[in-house]
């Protein structure tokens, strides 16, 4: 659906130009809840106004829904732009507009009769939950509601693809939450592919399918968002998904493991940090390990948490017992699935 090839964006500055985009290659694909996550100034709304071509990049290829958008002159832009809906974090309605007609907006602009127009905006409002609220002007609803707004607006040409820059970072938690369930909602209602630009991996894990992670204008590391939450390559993305997954075993965790190490002889045990994710039953696997390899275990740490109805884990566990059915039993895991790394303790 979207497919950027080598884009490089590169704005003039008062202290010389500044590269924001270094040679992005992405392709996200119809249908997907795409995330895009990275720190403030890694280039993420650099990112989406190529792809909108509200910025023109300095290199590379735009395609979306099948065009060359850098080929396209101003008119042919401005239709294939309405395959293109965007939604803002600063909701950017116009205030002196009701709820109507700035949701009536776009197709006003696109020269639709006003009949056409009522049709199409009524089940817009109706889908966004505002209906009891059209005549309201943007000053008499709340940050919640206006983003619907914003959505319903993005939506009103039946556009193929929805973008949506940190539209939930002006929001409290618990209406993120249900403005990320109508994202969701539109995405499998309408089949509408979503690009989700955010600095919160809270709002990639509640919708994204796939996640890409952006740093000083480079796509550094992307996946499946369970396969990046479990198994985080780069230390930009560790450092992201921590408030989540925290990266680190807490103090009072490593200190208790040391008294246990100072109790046994030396080397006997092992601090095992364990991730999983998916069905896999977790609590047989190990139980057989203990019975199997004769082993000593105890679960010092550990979360489990869901990610789109797929659970994953991590477990700090002690682990100990002769040196070889340690070493097999730590083999086994691997061969299951399971990440199995080893946690130092000194120090
Ligand atoms: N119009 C511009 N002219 C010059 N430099 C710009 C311009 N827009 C962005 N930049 C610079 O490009 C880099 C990327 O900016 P961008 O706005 O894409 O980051 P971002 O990831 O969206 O950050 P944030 O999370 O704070 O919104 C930054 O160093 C920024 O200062
Ligand atoms: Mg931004």
Redesign the pocket.
Known sequence: MIDLRGIT?I???PQGP????RGIDLRILPGEVFGII????????????VINLL?RPTQGEVIVAGHDLAQLNEARLREARRDIGMVF?HFNLLSSRTVFDNVALPLELAGMAKNAIRQRVQPLLELVGLTALADRYPAQISGGQKQRVGIARALANRPKVLLS??ATSALDPETTRSILDLLRQVNKELGLTVVL?T?QMQVIKQIADRVAV?DA?RIVEQGRVIEVFTRPQQPITKRLIDEIVPQDLPASVLDHVRQLKNQVQEGAGQLLRLSYAGERAYQPILSRLIREHELDLSILHGQVDEIQEQTFGSLAVYVSGQEGHLARAIAQLRTEGVLVEEVKTEG
């Open positions: 964006q704005y003039p500055g500044v590269e924001a985009l990275g720190r403030s100034g890694a280039g993420k709304s650099s990112l989406v106004r910025n974090q820059d940190e630009i600095h952006i204008g």
